[in-house]
């Protein structure tokens, strides 16, 4: 086993997915000595952050509100990175939420975008039907319109914090997968050809997490879950789902599934169901594909019922199904902390399917967490003790 020459590292972060490009680009803007391993040659497409496009939006219930606050910082982040590299991430596309009237979801999220102050208008039945018409809506379904919510070049945005944490001095190793990690006031990492020492060390392993923390003693209620990413193809090829032509990005808020207008395919709208803690498929990462069948006939017939219903422009078959994977805590909040018996360790996971145009911000937190630095923003609702049962009365 090599031993590296270099001295100690500042910080070594583990996983080089959004979050762990992020935590690192913040590190080394910070002035920290900084090195990411990853376990697969970049880019690759066995995480979660793969893929060109994720969505950008404030429409969140009451108690995740806070996600809102958190996405206004990111933005201002990301544009930071668009305007140094000199290059688009951010598409301004409105996002169509609806729902049957009666589903107290969709109010909800309509008074949390008021509350937060981001442009919204409420819609009948009939304005939808007026505004929308290559969408279908039955009677007796309303919906909001979040007219500042976008699409971010997810691939690109991942490869550009990379870029800016190189330039910054940063060090990338790709193809080295962490094996053990042993604590200490100085933390020994090991791959499986190298050992690294560092002060500290941030862990944004994404559905790699539950296992490599059961390793430190940190048994976290984590579920790694498969995601379809299906690609349902216009009838016509008219472009008229694409970001071109205006359509927006949709949730249908009764039966939890949104869609992209594609800038992968042409011609296509990325369509998946939005799961969670209870409906999700839960996988082993280094499984993912195996037994599958089941799971993706269920999610297909599920979709084209939807696609049927909501979208008579487009195919009710999937032209083209990927693989994504959410890591999901039980109540969808993440969890940005330090390990409770390992200070200088920081963990960053259970990013519950909705992380990604948050990685920005959510790097700067969890550098902050690294280097002893108040973060800038309240972390009450990701602390790890949120978990720790409470103690038997006396
Ligand atoms: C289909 C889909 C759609 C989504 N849509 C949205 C959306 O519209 N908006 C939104 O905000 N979010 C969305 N998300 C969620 C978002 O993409 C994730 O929250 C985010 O990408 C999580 O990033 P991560 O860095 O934690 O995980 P990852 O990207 O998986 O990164 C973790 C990295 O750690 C590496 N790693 C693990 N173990 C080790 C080890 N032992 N040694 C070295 N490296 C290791 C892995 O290889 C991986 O590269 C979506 C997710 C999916 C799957």
Wanted: aromatic share 8%.
């Amino acid at each position: 086993m090599a031993e590296e020459r270099e001295d100690v590292w500042d910080v070594i972060v583990v996983g080089a997915g959004v979050m762990g490009s992020s935590t690192a680009f913040h590190l080394a803007q910070g002035g920290s000595k900084t090195l990411l391993l990853e376990q697969f040659f970049l880019p690759h497409t066995r995480g979660s952050s793969c893929g060109q496009t994720r969505i950008v939006r404030k429409s969140y219930i009451a108690e995740h509100a806070h996600y809102a606050d958190m996405v206004t910082a990111s933005i201002r982040i990301w544009q930071q990175v668009e305007k140094e590299l000199g290059t688009t991430l951010l598409v301004p596309t409105p996002r169509l939420l609806w729902a049957r009237s009666e589903n107290p979801k969709i109010h909800a999220i309509a008074d949390t975008l008021d509350g937060v102050g981001a442009r919204n208008s409420r819609l009948q039945t009939g304005e939808l039907r007026r505004r929308f018409p290559m969408l279908r809506f039955p009677a007796g379904h309303v919906g909001v319109l979040e007219e500042d919510a976008a699409v971010i070049k997810a691939d690109t945005a991942v490869r550009c914090l990379q870029e800016l944490f190189v330039r910054r001095g940063g060090r990338i190793k790709d193809g080295e997968r962490i094996v053990k990690v042993v604590p200490g006031q100085t933390i020994t990492v090991t791959t499986a050809t190298m050992t690294y020492r560092t002060r500290r060390l941030v862990m944004t392993c994404g559905a790699w997490a539950p296992g490599i923390l059961c390793d430190l003693g940190l048994n976290l209620p984590l579920k790694p879950l498969r995601i379809n990413v299906c690609y349902f193809r216009e009838k016509q090829p008219t472009s008229t789902h694409s970001l071109a032509a205006n359509f927006p990005v949709i949730k249908d808020e009764d039966d939890d599934v949104y869609g992209i207008p594609s800038l992968e395919y042409p011609n296509m709208v990325k369509i998946c169901r939005h799961v969670n803690w209870k409906t999700g498929h839960v996988a082993n990462p280094e499984q993912r594909d195996v037994n599958i069948r089941e799971h993706l006939e269920e999610d297909v017939r599920y979709l084209s019922n939807l696609v049927r219903r909501h979208l008579p422009g487009l195919e009710d078959k999937p032209a083209v199904v990927e693989t994504c994977m959410y890591t999901n805590t039980p109540d969808a909040e993440f969890i940005l902390d330090r390990h409770p018996r390992f200070h200088n360790i920081v963990i960053g996971t259970g990013f519950s399917g909705h992380g990604f145009k948050l990685g920005a911000a959510v790097g700067r937190l969890l550098s902050e967490l690294a280097t002893d630095r108040p973060p800038f923003l309240n972390m009450g609702p990701y602390r790890i003790a949120r978990f720790t049962p409470p103690k038997a009365a006396l």
